[in-house]
């Protein structure tokens, strides 16, 4: 699947304070997807941890993004890049002051 610069790819996330615009095709046959992430200031994914197969791969671009990973948490800054299985309870917030960047992957097994 090409997918064309300059197309408008943005998704609507549940999670307010993100945008996240793909680049990856949506045609259902593929179990990689992924995109672009901003993350505003103090937006998280919820109180809730979250669960599921596959696995997720985010790669931060600027500001930093914390995530907590059964319980461990993770400082990712600007240029580090952090691989999880999504079947571990995850959560992730921006705690900073500014906009967080990345590009975020998700592999989801059908």
Known sequence: TLTAGGEDRRVYPSHRGSVLTTVTGGDGRLW??????????????????????????????????????????????????????????HTWRNPGTAEAHAVWMALRPQ
């Open 32 to 89: 990689l997807g992924g995109g672009g992430a901003m993350v505003a200031p103090g937006a998280t994914s919820g109180r809730k941890p979250m669960q599921h197969p596959g696995e997720e791969l985010v790669h931060v671009t600027s500001g930093v993004l914390e995530f907590t990973v059964t319980g461990q948490s993770f400082q990712v800054e600007a240029g580090s890049t952090l691989h999880f299985r999504g079947d571990q309870p």
